[in-house]
Nanobody, 123 residues
Framework: QVQLVESGGGLVQAGDSLTLSCAAS????????MGWFRQAPGKEREFVSG????????YYADSVKGRFTISRDNAKNTVYLQMNSLKPDDTAVYYC????????????????WGQGTQVTVSS
């Protein structure tokens, strides 16, 4: 498995932007499609965005489409989530995860997870 460490979370105001990073180590990063999930208090962990091994293909949850952008740098073993026009409903712990199944939105298809980074959006 690949080891993942997220960073970049914080407290921001509605309308602000924030970029999350997820650094990978261990197995060959470029062999994995990657994804971002989030979990708000009292809610289930939900899919946010995914990216192919090359980075050329991406997909998003409807709730973030047009506001969030996922990208990756295989030379740096890092995946990013650029979040613009943040809303209070985006408040959650954000997790990155690795999978061999590009296109999946199911948590069970992702076999490596980071510890999460808190994003709080105030109104």
């Amino acid at each position: 498995q690949v080891q993942l460490v997220e960073s970049g979370g914080g407290l921001v105001q509605a309308g602000d932007s924030l970029t999350l990073s997820c650094a990978a180590s261990g197995r060959t990063f470029s062999n994995y499609a990657m994804g971002w999930f989030r979990q708000a208090p009292g809610k289930e962990r939900e899919f946010v965005s995914g990216i192919s091994t090359s980075g050329r293909s991406t997909y998003y949850a409807d709730s973030v489409k047009g506001r969030f952008t996922i990208s990756r740098d295989n030379a740096k073993n890092t995946v990013y989530l650029q979040m613009n026009s943040l809303k209070p409903d985006d408040t959650a712990v954000y997790y990155c995860a690795a999978t061999f199944w590009y296109g999946s939105r199911r948590r069970t298809d992702f076999n490596s997870w980071g510890q999460g980074t808190q994003v709080t959006v105030s109104s």
